[in-house]
């Protein structure tokens, strides 16, 4: 096979890299006005000097790069790539707008050769357009690899920040109205807006965590913090919220199987700390049997026991003495009616539902009233057995 690799063939490679290097500026016009039709470049904090700069730049060292085909050792480009990606990074520009940029580079760099080469130069030209891909693809590789470095430490720098102010804001128990103000700012927030949180420790907190680690930046943004063995989560509610609408309507679907404590609706980033202490408090009100957030309207009944209790005073108990002297099955018939009364409320519902007369149910639960000293009829008293049988 006749090699094309002559001394001739590399003067005269030599006479086209240098012609290059004498259009530099050229070369930078044409890559500052293709440039300039990516969107995200056009709108970008990058100024047209900077980006002109850049590419005078980059075609110097990539033209230098040609001369001896090895781009680790031509001119620190590869170091000048890094310092790019990075610089690209901070500046916002999207990935796939730094891809189409780099890519321009080969194009307008064979654009050139083509425009100086003479047609006796076709040979030398195919021989060498693998040197002149692979100084390109090199400088690219390394410039996209110090670009996603830098969005990495980026966005753990980000995360720091935002751990440390949301720390500050739930370390006190009613934070000021300028600690609020500058979490807010931290987390593009605004601090009058409502938020809903939710907390659980142990196994469910694992999954909150999980939860926001995959969550990314979807919507609603999830925010994370952990303190004394607690796992919170808390996040924004869309300004408008339709009057009446289930509480659950404002949980992201990747928290509605996690067993926490659940507060629906903050008002504000200051109420936060607040809200935190009653979802630990309704998370450890949670039953095997519940298999996603407590709230409290659906926890009220167990909240308000758990207090009584607290005090001294047990109402089941009470009532399991009320009832001792019922005989045979009669305990469990008043129960079952009683329970059954509460969650109608009517007495008419009742009897349907345990196949009784109405007259048998308005028995029952005289006879309990008689036994206990509790008017189902009185909503006061009604509430008492609500607590005692959460």
């Known amino acids: 096979m006749h090699n094309v690799e002559t001394s001739g063939h590399n003067v005269r490679w030599s006479a086209l890299v240098e012609q290059l290097e004498g259009r530099l500026d050229g070369l930078a016009r044409a890559f500052t006005t293709r440039v300039r039709e990516i969107p995200e470049y056009g709108e970008s904090q990058v100024t047209v000097q900077e980006i002109t700069e850049t590419a005078r730049e980059t075609f110097r060292r990539l033209i230098r790069g040609l001369k001896g085909g090895d781009p680790t050792s031509q001119d620190g480009l590869l170091d000048f790539a890094s310092d790019l990606g990075s610089k690209r990074a901070r500046a916002g520009i999207p990935p796939e707008s730094l891809t189409s940029a780099v890519r321009l580079d080969f194009s307008i760099l064979w654009a050139e050769l083509l425009e100086i080469a003479k047609p006796e130069d076709a040979m030398l030209l195919a021989s060498r357009v693998d040197q002149v891909w692979k100084v390109v693809d090199e400088f690219a590789t390394r410039t996209h ?190 129960l079952e009616t009683v329970r059954n009364y509460l969650t109608t409320g009517n007495v008419t519902l009742t009897s349907e539902q345990l196949f009784c007369h109405r007259n048998t149910i308005l028995n029952r639960l005289n006879r309990f009233q008689e036994l206990t000293g509790i008017d189902l009829a009185v909503p006061v008293q009604a509430a008492r057995l609500v607590v005692a049988w959460a």
């Open 145 to 334: 690899t110090s670009y996603l470095t830098e969005r990495v430490r980026m966005a753990q720098e980000e995360s720091s920040i935002q751990r440390e102010f949301i720390a500050r804001l739930f370390n006190q128990s009613t934070p000021s109205l300028e600690t609020s103000a500058q979490v807010a700012s931290a987390l593009g927030l605004n601090p009058d807006s409502r938020f809903a949180l939710v907390a659980a420790s142990g196994e469910p907190g694992a999954q909150l965590r999980s939860a926001v680690t995959h969550a990314g930046t979807a919507r609603p943004r999830l925010f994370l913090h952990e303190s004394g063995g607690n796992t919170y989560v808390f996040w924004p509610l869309p300004s408008v919220r339709t009057r009446g609408a289930a509480s659950n309507n404002t949980l992201p679907a990747a928290l509605s199987t996690v067993p926490c404590g659940y507060v629906s609706d903050v008002l504000g980033l200051r109420a936060l700390p607040a809200a935190a202490r009653t979802a630990e408090t309704l998370a450890a009100l949670l039953r095997p049997r519940d298999a996603g957030p407590l709230s409290a309207d659906a926890a009220w009944a167990r909240l308000a026991r758990q207090n009584l209790q607290d005090a001294g005073l047990d109402l089941a108990a009470e009532l399991e003495e009320a009832l001792a002297e019922c005989k045979g099955g009669e305990r469990d018939r008043l």
